[in-house]
């Protein structure tokens, strides 16, 4: 049975798992800068993720065996994974990224009240405030004032629906995570669902032609980065979520704050005080709701 952890351990691990979370982004700029296309990165990412999930359990042995109870529910959170992506990689078409990240981050605040609606914890009231002051961190921090969203309501609208369902498809794959699929290996849950997800895009992208790669060295290694980063944070988000308190997950809100630091050292692009407030404000909700004890 997997061993629990505490709150505060696992709201480290959480913002370690966000930040690789937001080097893949950064890494998936630099490599759709340099001729990737968004097919060609889900395609490498999930690839590289599944293949060495595999080599992995060879390795060690592990039996590539989902029970037959099991395998229509890790099928279900494969093609959610690749609905999730699609979704939200729709909505940054539409709307302002920083605001389909925002609306995406809402993920984990749901898998909360899902998990409290479905019976599987009791429910802990009082971390509705940090979660709030989590968002409104978030809205600061990524400067989404006004003036900085698009004046078309139509296009607002479908863009924020997106990636709303994003974050609901992504909310039923930590859920699944963390119940349903818990009696499966980690590293076994991780594999099936990236290969899934690589299968479907791979096909999809085949089919249309849409896979396009990157055409120099840097974007290159923008590439192969981001496929690195995504198969740390996947692997370790699977192998953490059934070991802590669902509200520990709010540490994943992390990840847009850790990307704007990102592309101020690397883009050098300017931050903004209020930003600052923000992610402190974000830092401080995260904190304040891992190691609440009631």
């Not at 080097?23 to 630099?30: D, F, M, P, T, W």
């Not at 690839?47 to 999930?53: D, H, K, N, R």
């Not at 914890?121 to 003036?147: D, I």
């Not at 139509?154 to 992504?170: C, D, E, I, N």
């Amino acid at each position: 049975m997997d061993g629990k952890l505490s709150p505060g351990t696992g709201v480290l691990m959480l913002l370690g798992v966000a930040s690789c979370f937001a080097s893949n982004h950064l890494c998936a700029r630099i490599a759709f800068d340099h001729g990737a296309s968004v097919i060609a990165a889900v395609s490498v990412r999930a690839t590289f993720t599944s293949v060495v999930l595999l080599v992995m359990m060879r390795v060690q042995g592990i039996r590539l065996a989902i029970p037959r109870e099991l395998r229509g529910k890790t099928l279900l959170a494969g093609l959610l994974i690749a609905s999730q992506s699609y979704c939200l990689y729709s909505a940054v078409a539409l709307i302002p990224p920083a605001l389909a990240l925002l609306v995406f981050q809402t993920s984990p605040m749901l898998y909360v009240l899902l998990t409290w609606a479905l019976g599987r914890e009791r429910p802990r009231w009082r971390a509705l405030w940090p979660m709030a002051l989590a968002l409104t961190g978030l809205a600061l921090a990524l400067n989404l004032g006004p003036g900085h969203v698009d004046k078309d309501w139509v296009t607002l609208r479908t863009g924020v629906a997106w990636a709303f369902a994003s974050g609901a498809s992504m909310t039923v794959v930590y859920y699944l995570n963390a119940n349903a699929l818990k009696p499966i290996d980690g590293r076994l849950r991780t594999f099936a669902m990236t290969a899934i997800t690589a299968l479907l895009v791979i096909v999809a992208g085949a089919a249309s032609g849409a896979h396009v790669f990157p055409r120099d060295g840097l974007g290159w290694l923008g590439i192969m980065l981001l496929a690195c980063f995504y198969c740390v944070a996947m692997m370790s988000l699977f192998y953490l979520l059934p070991r802590l308190p669902t509200t520990t997950t709010a540490a994943l809100n992390f990840e847009p704050i850790a990307l704007l630091v990102l592309t101020w050292l690397i883009l050098d692009i300017t931050v903004a005080p209020l930003q600052i407030v923000g992610a402190l404000l974000t830092v401080s909700a995260i904190a304040w709701l891992g190691l609440s004890k009631g």
